[in-house]
């Protein structure tokens, strides 16, 4: 994963950002994840494929922000699953909504992954 705006962090949800190759990728939104580290530690999160239209970026990623976890993991791989799928992207009126939305995805992924018995193993 690469180094993004990093606005993520100062918005209160630190993320990873992988670039996409596809100009226009298929199945843009919102959905939960689970992602592994190369060292095998595997995390629920939630996570948008897109653009970002609210404060938009410049080519589409796939942008994650794992659960319960706070470490540099800039350049390491992430392989993620796409678990479910909770909303398309939308452009917010402010960033203060989008911040808002962002905490209720993430509570809403992690009530799905509980709900369905998901395990990290
Ligand atoms: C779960 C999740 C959902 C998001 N949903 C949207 C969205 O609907 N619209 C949008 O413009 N950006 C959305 N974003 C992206 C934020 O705008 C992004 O985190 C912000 O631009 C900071 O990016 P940066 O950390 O790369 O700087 C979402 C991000 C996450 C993690």
Same mark, same amino acid.
């Given at each position: 994963?690469?180094?993004?705006? =990093? &606005? #993520?962090? =100062?918005?209160? /949800?630190?993320?990873? %950002?992988?670039?996409?190759?596809? +100009?226009?990728?298929? #199945?843009?939104?919102?959905?939960?994840?689970?992602?592994?580290?190369?060292?095998?530690?595997?995390?629920?999160?939630?996570?948008?494929?897109?653009? %970002?239209?609210?404060?938009?970026?410049?080519?589409?990623? &796939? +942008?994650?922000?794992?659960?319960?976890?706070?470490?540099?993991?800039?350049?390491?791989?992430?392989?993620?699953?796409?678990?479910?799928?909770?909303?398309?992207? +939308? =452009? /917010?009126?402010?960033?203060?909504?989008?911040?808002?939305?962002?905490?209720?995805?993430?509570? +809403?992924?992690?009530?799905?992954?509980?709900?369905? #018995?998901?395990?990290?193993?």
């Amino acid at each position: 994963m690469a180094r993004g705006l =990093q &606005l #993520g962090r =100062q918005l209160g /949800f630190p993320t990873a %950002n992988i670039p996409l190759a596809e +100009e226009r990728p298929v #199945g843009t939104g919102v959905y939960v994840v689970r992602s592994r580290l190369a060292d095998g530690r595997a995390f629920f999160g939630v996570a948008s494929v897109g653009c %970002n239209p609210t404060i938009p970026k410049t080519a589409p990623v &796939l +942008e994650v922000w794992l659960f319960d976890f706070d470490e540099d993991i800039y350049d390491q791989t992430l392989s993620t699953e796409l678990l479910a799928y909770l909303r398309p992207e +939308e =452009q /917010f009126a402010s960033v203060a909504a989008l911040i808002d939305q962002v905490f209720a995805d993430a509570e +809403e992924a992690r009530r799905y992954c509980k709900d369905h #018995g998901l395990r990290l193993t």
